[in-house]
């Protein structure tokens, strides 16, 4: 079994920044990508963020130059750093692993979503 959560979400000012965390665990034999999404009310989903194990990024235009991804131990675990939030910025994220699990099988995994609230 793979499993993804998300973490360190929250109430943030316009302005301000905060990390998001997203680790994969399970039986995995390897990480291709990791990326980020987002869900605001009464809106559909839309890509921020990836991150593929050869260390190559893409951003949306929207969150490009205000939020980074990395990782500081292969894709096992992955972080946003969003920062100068704004309003539209507000949402529930969704972090998404491309995993090769021991049988050779490549499947995605979605975590549970976690809300980040930039208000005044």
């Known amino acids: 079994q793979v499993h993804v959560v998300e973490s360190g979400g929250g109430l943030v000012q316009f302005g301000g920044s905060l990390t998001l965390s997203c680790t994969t665990s399970?039986?995995?034999?390897?990480?291709?990508?990791v990326a980020w999404y987002r869900q605001a009310p009464g809106n559909q989903r839309e890509f921020v963020a990836d991150i593929f194990a050869n260390d190559l990024k893409k951003y949306s235009e929207s969150v490009k130059g205000r939020f980074t991804i990395s990782s500081d131990n292969a894709l096992n675990t992955v972080y946003l750093q969003a920062n100068s939030l704004k309003f539209e910025d507000t949402a529930v994220y969704f972090c998404a692993a491309q995993v090769r699990i021991s049988t050779g099988e490549v499947r995605e995994y979605w975590g549970q979503g976690i809300q980040v609230t930039a208000s005044s």
């Open positions: 399970g039986i995995i034999d390897h990480i291709h990508n």
